[in-house]
C-alpha cells in the first residue's frame, strides 16, 4: 500500500535533531515491511527495524523515544489522515469529523496492517496507552471543543453535557466500524447520523408573545 507522507510532530518533547522526511519515511516503511510480513509487534525490536530501514538505531531513536512511539506514528501514516474541519456550521464540522471515522472503519477492513496491529495492540497496554494519548484524546478534544463551542454560539442547548454529546454523535460510527465489523459503511452515513442527531439537541426558540 502507498503511505501518506508522515504527520506532522504530536505533542510532547521535541526529538533531538531537525526530522528528516526521507530518512522518517524509509524507517516507517521498515516497520510497515516487517509486519506485512507478519512479524509480531512483540518481536519488532527497534535494532529489526533500523536493519531493515537502513539505518543506525541510533538515527531512530533521535526521533522516537521507543518503538510504541514509531508504532504509533506506523499507524498513523496507514490511517486516513486527519481532516482539517471548514469551520463554517457545527453541522459542517460534525460531517467532517464522521465521515473521517466512516473513512478510517473501511480502511481498517481492507488493510491487513491495520486490523493486525489494532488486533496485537490489545496485548500491548504501553504502545496502546500511547496511542490514545497522541491520537485518541487529541481528537476527543478537537471534537468536545467544537460542541463547546457551538453551545456558546446558540447552536446547540446549553443544558447538555458536551462530553456525552459527542459520544452520542461518534458512537453510531464506531459501533458500525468496530463492533459491528459486517455492517455498511455507505457514502451519506456521516450526514445522516449528524442530522437525525442535531434535530433533537437544536435549541427551542421560545413561543411568540400572544397579543
Not at 471534537?143 to 446547540?156: F, K, V, Y
Not at 459486517?182 to 421560545?206: W, Y
Amino acid at each position: 500500500m502507498s503511505l501518506a507522507a508522515p504527520h506532522p510532530p504530536h505533542d510532547g518533547p521535541t526529538r533531538g535533531r531537525p526530522r528528516s522526511e526521507a530518512v522518517e519515511r524509509a524507517i516507517i516503511e521498515g516497520a510497515m515491511k516487517l509486519l506485512e510480513d507478519g512479524v509480531p509487534l512483540g518481536d519488532l525490536s527497534i535494532e529489526r527495524i533500523a536493519r531493515t530501514a537502513g539505518v543506525g538505531k541510533a538515527t531512530i531513536y533521535r526521533r522516537w523515544r521507543g518503538k510504541e512511539e514509531l508504532f504509533v506514528d506506523v499507524l498513523r501514516a496507514a490511517e486516513p489522515p486527519d481532516p482539517e474541519l471548514p469551520g463554517t456550521s457545527l453541522r459542517d464540522d460534525l460531517v467532517v469529523l464522521l465521515e473521517a471515522l466512516r473513512r478510517r472503519g473501511l480502511a481498517d477492513r481492507t488493510s491487513a496492517i491495520l486490523h493486525n496491529v489494532r488486533a496485537q495492540m490489545k496485548s500491548s497496554p504501553r504502545i496502546w496507552a500511547a496511542y490514545d494519548s497522541m491520537v485518541i484524546a487529541p481528537r476527543r478534544r478537537t471534537g468536545i471543543e467544537l460542541l463547546r463551542r457551538a453551545q456558546r454560539d446558540g447552536e446547540l442547548r446549553a443544558d447538555t453535557d458536551v462530553e456525552i454529546l459527542y459520544d452520542i454523535f461518534v458512537g453510531p460510527m464506531l459501533t458500525r466500524s468496530v463492533l459491528r465489523r459486517s455492517a455498511d459503511l455507505p457514502e451519506g452515513l456521516a450526514e445522516q447520523i449528524v442530522d437525525t442527531l442535531l434535530e433533537g439537541l437544536r435549541p427551542v426558540s421560545p413561543p411568540p408573545p400572544e397579543h
